[in-house]
């Protein structure tokens, strides 16, 4: 299977796609067409564990991969991953689940991509008789910059440098990265929010001067973003196992729909969500669900995407986003895959902050997506009510999805006509990730210590603390430099002399 950008004609394999990240007209690679998965392949999924679903669907898009080795690594990804089950899916009630993906080694989502994605690379190096070592910078909104850190943590070959927004994460978010083990990592803090962060990286990704420079010392750049397609399509395979998990336990029959409630940021989840429904999995409505900052809501409103819009911080910060990359990926597929129009798009939304789909477009959007955003007020009281309804203490990204599945379903018990369908809710982090927020929207107490807020969450609802997030506690920060936006490709050089 071959990769195109979604801005140009640009054509690689799989592997040059994943070891350059980005592509050279400074669009997202994309695979050339999407592989069906047919009734009979669901079928087989379903015999088989996580590790058996990711590496055959994997297999799909990295045809020149070996399988076995695909196969080994997704092992050895998921046995990181506490419990039986990488992903597994819980029954709440009247239709609604939850999927839960954050028991990996960083309590977060980022996880199920991101130990996967060091494989990709490496075999992508050798396939493609690439001699540098490889360079990762990622702009990180807290989850992706600590799951990037883990994966690539003393793997030969490769350095990650790893840059945050000073005052964008959350305190054990930043107490994650900080302590961080391996010498082959660097974690820097910047003034500025996350787009600021993303943007100023990009910008060193699509120099091809400061590429030269690095390749001089040998280095080859690419991303643990979600811009790198390594990153998308390991995410593809939850959603297939969670269809798989209801087939399997009987709650729905072959080829019935399901509607997937997403908390969405930089669109990487709920678009593989699209692609696993493109290539035939029976979804069918996509919630894509944001918090204050409502970039994407008015998007599928309207069809009108503009960031001139105030940035809010919110207690959801992985969600805090204005520029949402991966949303070009949909727009390039909206666009009848026209790749020109959609890098005009692009290049209207970096000059003018702005761009508009067609009406035809807009329409599609619609027919897959249902968008919404909730207020922090709104978010702290479908935590607590689900709390005290049935006893699930959920993060705040996942109450922020929550909150729209709750308004969604509302919606659909009005309307006679709408068929009932499964929802799952996407769980995309531990809820002791962010023990401040979720202990104000359990209690209403604000506790200044969060590991104050760690251990009455875990005294009030008896779940399980991660031992991960345990570990830490004690450990000194390794890191402390603070810069400007402008700074960041000098902490670059200076951490590969
Ligand atoms: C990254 C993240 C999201 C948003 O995912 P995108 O792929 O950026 O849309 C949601 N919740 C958590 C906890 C995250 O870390």
Redesign the pocket.
Known sequence: MNFISTRGNEKVTGAQAVVRGIAGDGGLFVPEFFPAVTEDEIAELCAMDYAERAAFLLAKYFDEYDYDGLLSACREAYAKFEGEDPAPLLKMDNGMYMLEL?HGPTC???DIALTVLPHLLKKGCELTGVKENILILTAT????GKAALEGFRDREGVKICVFYPEEGVSKMQRLQMVTTDGDNVNVVAVRGNFDDCQTAVKKIMNSAEKREELKGKGYLLSSAN?INIGRLLP?VVYYFSAYCDLLSSEQIKMGQKVDFA???????????GYYAKRMGLPVGTLLCASNKNCVLTDFFKNGSYNIKRPFFRTM?P??D?LV?S?LERLVFELAGRDAELTASRMHALSETGKYSVRAEELKEMRENFYAGCTSEADTVECIYDFFMDYGYPM?T??GVAMSVARRYEAMREDDKDAEKRPLIVIS??SPY?FPQDVLYALTGNDVKDSYKGVKRIHLLTAMKVPEVLKEIRYKPPRFKTVVPTDKIYDEVLKFLS
């Open positions: 954050f977060a989502f980022k909104s807290g989850d992706t979600s995410q997403v908390p969405t940021g930089n669109f990487g989840n709920i678009l593989a959801s992985s969600m986003i949402s991966n993060d990204h996942t995309t982090a990730k």
